[in-house]
């Protein structure tokens, strides 16, 4: 029994070990950006349309948030995902 704990224990750590080294892929990285930034945008979206009255004005600051965002978020994510520190 206690040898089944330690094989057992060392396959958990290991996993571990080996998910912290491979970290996130970039893909999984874009569909958080994506993701993200449509709750952003609806809400720049909102904002701006609030404070200017003009849903075309507002749709244009949204789209251009939308793609200028979704870009630094991404290489955000990927610079973060180098960075050792917080991770088990």
Do not use: C, Q
Not at 31 to 42: D, E, I, M, Y
């Amino acid at each position: 029994m206690i040898a089944d704990r330690l094989i057992l224990n060392k396959k958990t750590v290991s996993r571990d070990f080996d998910t912290d080294r491979k970290s996130e892929r970039p893909i999984r990285s874009i569909a958080k950006a994506f993701s993200w930034r449509v709750v952003g945008t609806l809400d720049t979206l909102l904002i701006s349309y609030l404070l200017t009255g003009k849903i075309t004005l507002a749709a244009s600051i949204a789209s251009i948030d939308f793609l200028t965002k979704m870009v630094l978020y991404f290489f955000h994510e990927r610079i973060w995902n180098l960075v050792h520190w917080g991770k088990k």
